[in-house]
């Protein structure tokens, strides 16, 4: 049995049906939305008008999942798991009819909820998350009432938040002609980064038109005689809005998972073994947990830490599929590999920030180098900036965070094989990287980042 239809859960039923037939193995699957097996991600570009169709973000359709001998029962919330009696109890959101199901083996992928802080008017129509793609087309909804209603002109947004989704969400506003005001209560955008690479997004943002608000607490929504949003306060400034996006951060729902008695750590998210079964007596070694909702292992830090990725909700639904189909996988941790773009603008981090590796107790040292994406002399060079930790005593590699153009992003992968490989940097100085002028300098920036922090690690810091 399998609670949420989406990566996780999805990628467990359908690695249990590869191992095991339908008459070895039943598998049901509850969704209470409307979609199974899509693109959360995709969301962004799907607003902003990269992605033509929402069916485009459709990995897998309800009824493709049931041709493979799946049963997904749509629109349907489990409302409660009972461990002992080995039993969940669910509603059909239309009838509103309940029953109790058995099961062998749970799966529990229900994903993470997006922060809606309790403001006055955050309710409010005009007012949206991006969650979902019930929530992705009720914006594109409000955004084409706009547009047939006549305002085509000066037509204003804001983004509360500028983390990943805060950041493309501004980004397609403005590809849809908003003039656009992200309001964030950090030092600067996109807090997965260090402060001073945040502060190069922050210019790159601005230098796109968009209008950067930070250390600003939104106090409450603005609302006209409509009701519907008009304007984001903070304590001292009103930002006049015609829609409103939030884009704050989500956190695990485990409500159910709570309410069970399962074993949740600090973050909310639920514990697992290197198998992804649920720790504790109360599980009885008869329950899985993947996606949005657990809790992983940091191989850097040596922490439990939560990060919602679909990369990681797949791998761990195949983990958990072979294992309750009758093999054997294990998920051993990550590094908190992460990319986005706002515009031309490529922004990635594996491991560590500044702050993690204090959190950590580490003692650490830091580069940060200018580097092209390609020859300087080869046409179409863009400069992008690396910073790279290391531990001061071995060097061994901590974290990296790259910002700049195209080429930039995807370059992170070199730092994240290499934290995973726990190697130093000074080991990385001699990874046999490829090399051609219309692909890289003759030293990847990576490796002359690699290089400073060789010499960082050396003199003992900088």
């Known amino acids: ?190 807090s997965t980064l260090d402060p001073d690479m945040g502060r190069l997004v922050h210019e790159a943002m601005t230098g796109m038109g968009i209008a950067m608000v930070n250390d600003a607490e ?52 639920l514990l697992t073994d290197l198998a992804m079964r649920v720790r504790g007596p109360v599980a009885d070694g008869a329950i899985w947990a993947g996606g949005d909702c657990v809790e992983v292992l940091d191989l850097v830090s040596g922490r439990e830490r939560h990060i919602a990725l679909g990369t990681h909700a797949n791998k761990h639904g195949q983990v958990i599929g072979s294992n309750v189909g009758g093999g054997y996988a294990t998920f051993p941790g990550v590094v908190g590999t992460a990319v986005s773009k706002v515009c031309d603008l490529e922004i990635a981090r594996t491991g560590l920030r500044e702050k993690d590796a204090r959190a950590a107790g580490l003692q650490y040292v830091t580069v940060t180098i200018e580097s092209t994406s390609r020859a300087g002399y080869y046409p179409g060079a863009a400069l992008m900036t690396v910073k790279m930790l290391a531990e001061r005593r071995t060097g061994r590699l901590l974290g990296t965070q790259i910002v700049g153009r195209e080429g930039a992003a995807k370059r992170v992968d070199v730092a994240a094989v290499a934290l995973t490989a726990r190697m130093t940097v000074e080991q990385m100085t001699a990874l046999d990287l490829g090399y051609a002028p219309p692909f890289s300098p003759v030293w990847d920036p990576v490796l002359v980042a690699a290089r400073k922090a060789v010499t960082a690690v050396r003199a003992g810091g900088a």
């Not at 409450?220 to 930002?239: M, N, P």
């Not at 809005?241 to 998210?269: K, S």
């Open 218 to 269: 939104v106090t409450k929504i603005l609302t006209g005689d409509d009701g519907r949003a008009r304007a984001v306060a903070t304590e001292d400034r009103e930002f006049p809005a015609d829609v409103v996006v939030l884009g704050i951060g989500v956190r695990p729902e485990t409500a159910l998972a709570r309410a069970a008695g399962l074993p949740l750590g600090e973050h909310g998210g």
């Open 1 to 190: 049995m399998v609670i949420g239809g989406d990566a996780a859960g999805m990628s467990a039923a359908s690695q249990a049906r590869r191992l095991r037939k339908p008459g070895e193995l039943e598998i049901v699957a509850f969704e209470r939305g409307s979609f199974t097996s899509f693109s959360a991600c995709g969301i962004p570009y799907w607003v902003g008008g990269d992605v033509e169709e929402r069916d485009d973000l459709i990995a897998r359709t309800p009824e493709a999942h049931r041709e493979r001998a799946i049963d997904v029962r749509m629109r349907t919330e489990v409302v409660e798991i009972d461990p002992r009696e080995r039993r969940v109890r669910s509603r059909d959101l239309a009838s509103g009819a309940e029953e109790w199901t058995a099961y062998d083996k749970l799966v529990i992928a229900t994903g993470a909820r997006p922060l809606r802080p309790d403001l006055p008017g955050i309710d409010a129509p005009g007012v949206h998350g991006v969650q979902t793609l019930d929530d992705g087309q009720a914006l594109l909804d409000t955004l084409a009432e706009m547009e047939t209603a006549g305002k085509a002109e000066g037509r204003r947004a804001v983004v509360i938040g500028a983390g990943y989704i805060g950041v493309e969400m501004a980004e397609a506003l403005v590809h849809r002609g908003y003039e656009v005001t992200v309001v964030n209560r950090g030092k600067e955008p996109m």
